[in-house]
């Protein structure tokens, strides 16, 4: 099993709403990402997980607040987001051992109206 | 700091044409390097990746070698289909410890014209 699956595929709230993404892998990856990608532009990474514990945290907003309740899950907490928080939000994951390649899912499309 | 340079899109090839996307990084050390591919409304697949200098990374007829003298990791394909129409993405991943940064390109556009 090498798949990365985030859930929902495809989220549209407003601007009051607090949702959650999700993210599972079963590879006994210890290390998780979420990105936030834009359209026509790579993907900036938000948060990385390492042994369920935060190790980045690239100055992100406080209204996405990242959790790693077990080591094969990935949530991430979204509160007041602004229309430009629009994106498609990746999960990743890797192996404990340094510059090895990371696993992506298929993301979620995430649109605040 | 890391960087990846990769270059400016779209790039339109006919079908059956070689294919090159130039990709050079900056970074200390050794750093692991990959191709990424994203085709649309999907997330990114490792296409191919490499590990230390002159190696060769190779899948579905692509191939990029780490080239430490010119810091460079071209992705070539000889004879490109309109089924690899996608984004690509040019990466590097060096850090101290199991959780560090994969650094992207900008990503370059691929058309392929039947």
């Known amino acids: 099993d090498t798949e990365v699956t985030q859930t929902p595929k495809h989220l549209v709230m407003g601007m009051t709403n607090k949702k959650s993404l999700k993210c599972e892998q079963h590879m006994g990856h210890r290390a998780m990402y979420w990105y936030k990608q834009k359209a026509k532009k790579p993907p900036e990474l938000m948060f990385v997980y390492s042994y369920e514990k935060l190790s980045i945290n690239e100055s992100v907003p406080s209204r996405f607040s990242p959790e790693c309740p077990n080591s094969s899950l990935l949530n991430l907490h979204l509160h007041a987001l602004q229309p430009e928080d629009s994106a498609l939000y990746l999960c990743?994951?890797?192996?404990?051992?340094?510059?090895?390649?990371?696993?992506f899912g298929q993301g979620t499309r995430l649109t605040v109206v | 700091g890391n960087s990846v340079t990769q270059m400016e899109g779209p790039v339109t090839l006919s079908e059956e044409a070689f294919l090159t996307i130039n990709c050079t990084y900056t970074?200390?050390?050794?750093?692991?390097l990959f191709w990424y591919v994203q085709y649309p409304g999907e997330g990114l697949q490792l296409l191919l990746k490499a590990t230390k200098a002159d190696d060769k990374g190779s899948n579905k007829g692509f191939e990029a070698t780490y080239r430490k003298e010119t810091t460079s990791f071209h992705l070539e394909k000889g004879s490109v289909q309109v089924s690899d129409s996608a984004v690509y993405f040019c990466a590097l991943r060096r850090g101290d410890s199991s959780a560090s940064k994969i650094i992207f390109g900008s990503g370059t556009r691929l058309s392929i014209r039947p």
């Open positions: 990743a994951s890797s192996h404990d051992k340094m510059n090895t390649e990371a696993f």
């Open positions: 970074a200390t050390g050794y750093p692991s």
